[in-house]
């Protein structure tokens, strides 16, 4: 082969080496872009998460303590009328008493 035969060939595989890597850099930005919004968008939906369950927490929180004072509301409404019938009952027993 002659020296310009072995040099075209050799420019060639140059330019095809050259469109692979032209190539090759293009799918990594794609790729890297891809994982970028992935990641943004994992970093979203683990702030909405965190911030729902928050409010879940809060809420359970507040049912909690309603159900606590509702509880305590019963237990003191019930001692009440069990002490106010047991008052009326002395009463009527002592009037009827012979």
Not at 50 to 55: G, M, P, S
């Amino acid at each position: 082969m002659t020296n310009q035969l072995i040099f075209h060939l050799q420019h060639n595989k140059l330019r095809e080496y050259k469109g692979q890597v032209h190539r090759l850099n293009e799918e990594l930005t794609r790729e890297q872009d891809g994982a970028n919004r992935n990641k943004a968008q994992h970093a979203d939906y683990s702030a909405r998460l965190h911030a729902r369950l928050k409010i879940e927490k809060a809420e359970k929180q507040s049912w909690a303590e309603e159900k606590s004072k509702l509880q305590s509301d019963y237990e003191n409404a019930k001692a009440s009328f069990l002490s106010s019938f047991l008052s009326r009952n002395e009463h009527s027993t002592n009037i009827y008493l012979p």
